[in-house]
């Protein structure tokens, strides 16, 4: 670990950068500070530094400890919304649990944190905008998690999913214009049955630059939902977002 951070150490000053030194920043907008620095620089690399460090066998990026996180966050989330709705079932909390957990929520997290600009990439990642993307988002505020929850133990871990990702969770549960339904279906699906929503097309409409897609999805092999969107994509998330408020009527 110590030679890897050395590594980047170097890189940086060669790219005549300060990201390094504005950590402690981004320890201040994380509300935790680190003893071991090497640790939250793991979290913040991506792979695609690899080829520009030549770290021999060293080489760590952030996957690891996103796997770790994944863990804590789905642990730290289903104990909060377990002790916060005493009265809901199973399937319901499963359904709050995905759209909390779930990739656009998240990354909107990173955003408010203030994650991106500390991400370390390669020169053409970052101009390719890689930093920009929902999923490395994700993973590296998966992996702060993972990273707090080594360093620190399972009650900063905890304190931190609650105070920062988890506090204004009725916003998210009311406004949901951004939810990938798609996403949430599916996780719920996997939950209940074991497999995964299937999704058809059952007809289009309208003239070829203008047509109108209509999708059937099937959750446990029964017809939850039906959608109708100008692309298959926005059909399927229609049929998605149907199939999810049919459910809940019969939790």
Known sequence: MRHFLEAIKRRFRAGDTDRLEDLPDLERRLGYRFSSRARLVEALTHRSVLGDLGAGDERITYERLEFLGDSVLALVTSDFLFRSFPEENEGQLTKKKSL???????????????????????DSAQKGGVADQDSVLTAVLEALIGAIYLDGGMEKARVFVEEMLLDNIDEFLEHRDHINYKSIIQEWSQSKYRSYPRYAVRSTTGPEHDKMFLVEVKVGGKVAGRGRGKSKKDAEQMAAKEALHNVGKHE
């Open 100 to 122: 909390l957990v779930s990739k656009g929520v998240l990354a909107k997290k990173a955003e408010e944190i203030g994650i991106k600009r500390h991400i370390i990439l390669s």
